[in-house]
């Protein structure tokens, strides 16, 4: 399946820069303290979810963002699995996007995919003991579903190199394997604070996967 699918289309809302770089400028800050409060499902002083608050935000200008038809035709929406093994009843950000983009009748979600086991979280690695995407491949299992769907939007809150979305996509277009694949993210990490653009800055790219390092890189 891996042979197959070398290439990942992604879209992402909102840029951050690393905890290290966010005292370079207002807007970097700004960007770590959200995606702070993404993470953490924590709610504003409106009394809304910070990630409804940026889907809700996102929907009303979706025809002038790059990834718009990724949620053309009420797609299925895959929520990525945490690093750690599935348990009920704890925190799933990913999962809770896909709910806010429902709610906002951008597709419709299934959770489809399992952690089956834990791997280490990226967030908390160093680049070279990131788990790969074979190991998040062989960490995750995939349920079936039934009908014929034609388009499936993998769902989280960062995306930074696409390790982890290259290995649920492998693992998604095994039991899918005519369906299109694409990874949409609220977040995209920009490790060098020099191309950093501020908070706002939705991007259209691809992950690339790269079989002789088994690793990805991911454009822009």
């Not at 690393?18 to 009394?47: C, D, Q």
């Not at 996102?58 to 053309?72: C, S, T, V």
């Not at 925190?91 to 952690?115: D, F």
Request: hydrophobic share 35%.
């Amino acid at each position: 399946m891996k042979d197959k699918l070398k290439s990942l289309e992604f879209g992402s809302y909102l840029a951050w820069v690393p905890k290290k770089y966010k005292s370079i400028n207002e807007e970097a800050r700004k960007a770590f303290e959200l995606m702070t409060a993404v993470k953490g499902h924590r709610i504003n002083s409106t009394g809304v979810s910070f990630i409804d608050m940026i889907i809700n935000i996102m929907k009303k200008e979706l025809d002038e963002l790059p990834f718009r038809y990724f949620f053309q035709d009420r797609p299925v929406l895959v929520p990525i699995p945490r690093s750690a093994k599935s348990r009920e009843g704890t925190l799933w950000v990913p999962y809770e996007i896909c709910i806010s983009l429902e709610k906002n009748k951008l597709g419709h979600t299934e959770k489809l995919l399992e952690r089956t086991k834990s791997v280490a979280q990226s967030s908390q690695s160093q680049a070279q003991d990131r788990p790969s995407p074979s190991e998040h491949y062989n960490s995750l299992s995939c349920r079936s579903l039934i009908g014929t769907f034609d388009k499936f939007v993998l769902v989280d809150d960062v995306i930074t190199r696409g390790h982890t979305a290259m290995g649920a996509a492998w693992r998604l277009s095994e039991a899918f394997p005519n369906a299109e694949i694409v990874i949409f993210a609220i977040f995209r990490t920009v490790s060098n604070p020099s191309d950093f653009n501020g908070l706002y800055d939705p991007r259209k790219g691809t992950i690339e996967y790269r079989p002789e390092n088994d690793d990805c890189l991911r454009r822009p």
